[in-house]
């Protein structure tokens, strides 16, 4: 017997009702980026390896899944790297694609191959799948939607408090409420490394400081000690794990904290102006936090730094992100071009709104109608009608094959469709149709105009 066929672990299929709750979140998300002004782009699945490689920090470079060159990829191998069985050696020189692991890094290779085209700052938007090596686990997947969206060309602050009002308003339409957008500074984060004198360790204290829910505050400790970073240090930072009260509240300890530090300073700044922004421009739905160990460890990051945090009902990891990165098209050839940009998790907001039932029934609404196949003649008859019912926006169908009514019954029946009509010999010579309500079992006859304006009511 054969095989049953499967999936890689990571990957999922999507059944019609998925793919309608799914569009029903890409649209209402697509339909906020225009209104912000964004713009769309699309890039390739995958990129050339030197794109990618260096652009996530170790732990985002082991995360890429690469692909071998094709043809006979061995001939090409690095023969002493093969015999050593060293694998970073020789993925070099068999591999030089890679499927790309986020949105941001392909969309800065694309500013700056088309930076002749565009009209700066540049809005954009996108909406593509991306792919990560990672361990399975609820709400994390290896292949996955992301929504995008960026500006290059700006410096300017609005834009991070424009940013904020984009989570707000989509989740907003989404009718999520109680989602909390966290945001910090990268300066801040360089501060408190520039304050305990471990500025050369700064990616290692980033990288310790963004498990902070997964590891807790032993875990952070004891990650930073293994990375060489003294306890006389970690306990000159030891406030930040204490910082409690309002986003001024917060301001006002990290100021202590940061005394010495003028690039630390320079991030509370930033941070207090965001604030002050929001609180005359106020949100809808969300919240606004300052959550001063948030680092999220990508190495791109230099300003502001945003995670989206479910409501605290649904136990869920991050359900978006993103920040400012002022130098990232520099690694492409492209100096001072500043950036910021944020991430919508598609597959953790779906789990969220299922979990919480917020998915509008509209939302899996399918064929209105289905028409019971008779017979040839009556199957024309019908299908002309379908014709001008879906000419005026209706969902209409044609059983396809003349069997037992039964059957066709049943098969409206476990596809939900509200509506069967039946079309006989009698019905045609009356140029009418008999129509059925399924869970009530009403019938009624009708002639064409009665019917469709029936079914589209």
């Given at each position: 017997?054969?095989?049953?066929p499967?999936?890689?672990?990571?990957?999922?299929?999507?059944?019609?009702?998925?793919?309608?709750?799914?569009?029903?979140?890409?649209?209402?998300?697509?339909?906020?980026?225009?209104?912000f002004?964004?713009?769309?782009?699309?890039?390739p699945?995958?990129?050339?390896?030197?794109?990618?490689?260096?652009?996530?920090?170790?732990?985002?470079?082991?995360?890429?899944?690469?692909?071998?060159?094709?043809?006979?990829?061995?001939?090409?191998?690095?023969?002493?790297?093969?015999?050593?069985?060293?694998?970073?050696?020789?993925?070099?020189?068999?591999?030089?694609?890679?499927?790309r692991y986020?949105?941001?890094?392909?969309?800065?290779?694309?500013?700056?191959?088309h930076?002749?085209?565009?009209?700066?700052?540049?809005?954009?938007?996108?909406?593509q799948?991306?792919?990560?090596?990672?361990?399975?686990?609820?709400?994390?997947?290896?292949?996955?939607?992301?929504?995008?969206?960026?500006?290059?060309?700006?410096?300017?602050?609005?834009?991070?408090?424009?940013?904020?009002?984009?989570?707000?308003?989509?989740?907003?339409?989404?009718?999520?409420?109680?989602?909390?957008?966290?945001?910090?500074?990268?300066?801040?984060?360089?501060?408190?490394?520039?304050?305990?004198?471990?500025?050369?360790?700064?990616?290692?204290?980033?990288?310790?400081?963004?498990?902070?829910?997964?590891?807790?505050?032993?875990?952070?400790?004891?990650?930073?000690?293994?990375?060489?970073?003294?306890?006389?240090?970690?306990?000159?930072?030891?406030?930040?794990?204490?910082?409690?009260?309002?986003?001024?509240?917060?301001?006002?300890?990290?100021?202590?904290?940061?005394?010495?530090?003028?690039?630390?300073?320079?991030?509370?700044?930033e941070?207090?102006?965001i604030?002050?922004?929001?609180?005359?421009?106020?949100?809808?739905?969300?919240?606004?936090?300052?959550?001063?160990?948030?680092?999220?460890?990508?190495?791109?990051?230099?300003?502001?730094?945003?995670?989206?945090?479910?409501?605290?009902?649904?136990?869920?990891?991050?359900?978006?992100?993103?920040?400012?990165?002022?130098?990232?098209t520099?690694?492409?050839?492209?100096?001072?071009?500043?950036?910021?940009?944020?991430?919508?998790?598609?597959?953790?907001?779906?789990?969220?709104?299922?979990?919480?039932?917020?998915?509008?029934?509209?939302?899996?609404?399918?064929?209105?109608?289905?028409?019971?196949?008779?017979?040839?003649?009556?199957?024309?008859?019908?299908?002309?009608?379908?014709q001008?019912?879906?000419?005026?926006?209706?969902?209409?169908?044609?059983?396809?094959?003349?069997?037992?009514?039964?059957?066709?019954?049943?098969?409206?029946?476990?596809?939900?469709i509200?509506?069967?009509?039946?079309?006989?010999?009698?019905?045609?010579?009356?140029?009418?149709?008999?129509?059925?309500?399924?869970?009530?079992?009403?019938?009624?006859?009708?002639?064409?105009?009665?019917?469709?304006?029936k079914?589209?009511?």
């Open positions: 017997m054969a095989q049953k499967s999936i890689p672990k990571g990957t999922r299929d999507f059944s019609p009702e998925e793919v309608a709750k799914r569009n029903y979140i890409f649209n209402t998300i697509q339909f906020q980026f225009k209104d002004g964004f713009q769309p782009i699309e890039t699945s995958f990129e050339n390896s030197s794109t990618l490689m260096g652009k996530y920090g170790d732990e985002g470079d082991r995360l890429i899944f690469k692909i071998l060159n094709s043809g006979d990829f061995l001939k090409k191998a690095d023969q002493k790297a093969l015999e050593e069985k060293d694998s970073s050696g020789l993925t070099s020189s068999i591999s030089e694609k890679a499927l986020d949105l941001t890094v392909p969309f800065a290779r694309y500013v700056v191959q930076q002749n085209e565009i009209e700066f700052p540049f809005k954009r938007y996108q909406i799948p991306v792919w990560r090596a990672d361990r399975p686990q609820k709400g994390r997947f290896r292949e996955f939607y992301q929504c995008d969206a960026d500006v290059v060309g700006s410096n300017s602050l609005w834009q991070e408090v424009e940013f904020v009002q984009l989570y707000d308003s989509v989740f907003h339409k989404l009718g999520l409420e109680g989602v909390t957008i966290k945001i910090n500074n990268r300066k801040v984060l360089s501060g408190f490394a520039e304050v305990i004198g471990e500025q050369d360790k700064l990616i290692d204290f980033t990288v310790a400081m963004d498990k902070l829910d997964k590891i807790g505050e032993d875990g952070v400790k004891k990650e930073m000690l293994e990375k060489g970073i003294s306890e006389a240090a970690i306990e000159k930072i030891q406030p930040i794990f204490s910082l409690k009260g309002s986003f001024a509240d917060k301001i006002e300890g990290l100021k202590s904290i940061l005394e010495g530090s003028e690039t630390g300073q320079k991030g509370i700044e941070l207090q102006f604030q002050k922004a929001i609180d005359e421009i106020p949100l809808k739905t969300a919240k606004l936090d300052l959550d001063v160990t948030l680092a999220r460890g990508l190495n791109y990051y230099t300003g502001a730094i945003y995670e989206v945090s479910a409501p605290e009902n649904v136990k869920m990891g991050s359900i978006g992100g993103g920040g400012r990165y002022d130098d990232l520099g690694i492409f050839g492209l100096k001072d071009m500043s950036g910021i940009g944020i991430s919508f998790g598609l597959d953790r907001i779906y789990l969220v709104l299922e979990e919480l039932g917020l998915f509008p029934e509209t939302v899996t609404q399918n064929t209105k109608v289905l028409f019971i196949n008779f017979g040839e003649r009556e199957a024309l008859y019908a299908m002309k009608t379908v001008k019912l879906r000419d005026n926006d209706i969902i209409a169908e044609l059983y396809p094959d003349a069997g037992k009514m039964g059957k066709q019954m049943k098969y409206a029946d476990k596809r939900d509200p509506y069967v009509v039946l079309a006989g010999e009698e019905e045609m010579s009356q140029q009418k149709f008999t129509l059925k309500h399924m869970k009530s079992g009403e019938q009624s006859s009708l002639n064409f105009d009665t019917l469709r304006d079914l589209k009511n």
